[in-house]
């Protein structure tokens, strides 16, 4: 590999990895002449080839960075590192590589990023959910935003206690 900082073509693989399946292989390589990190993904060619059905019925190439893309917007501020990301696509590839052949629904993609997100950062969710996929129903919004609100609402009023008692 090419090492993406200074060019040189010398690295050693540090840690190699399969997701679950092992639809897609990620290594963690290390430069020899720079000593910089980066990471290469071995995928199965024909997953390229899958097309992302969309509502209008217009038919996309699948891109992983497009789904990235979608996730760290959402994701925008939020406490969750570039590596956590990237295995929630390894995750949602893993899945959508295994379930559909040729064609999957945009729909699908969205859903299963957002049922990942919401196990680990609500907020990401909910931003995920608003601007990406729309909720199944406007009542599942409307809890998911009231039980963040409470939650921070809690957390203000913790912070407030702990503000008066160092006063
Ligand atoms: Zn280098």
Redesign the pocket.
Known sequence: MR?P??K?QKDKVIDSRATEGGAVIRRRRQ?L??N?RYTTYERIETTSKLLVVKKDGNRDPYAREKLLGGVQRACWKRPLGMEILEDLVDEVEEEVFKKFDREVPSSYLGQAVSVRLRRLDKVAYLRYASLYHEFQLVDDFIQEAQDILERDQQEITGQQDLFQQED
């Open positions: 090492c900082y200074c040189e430069c002449a720079c910089r």
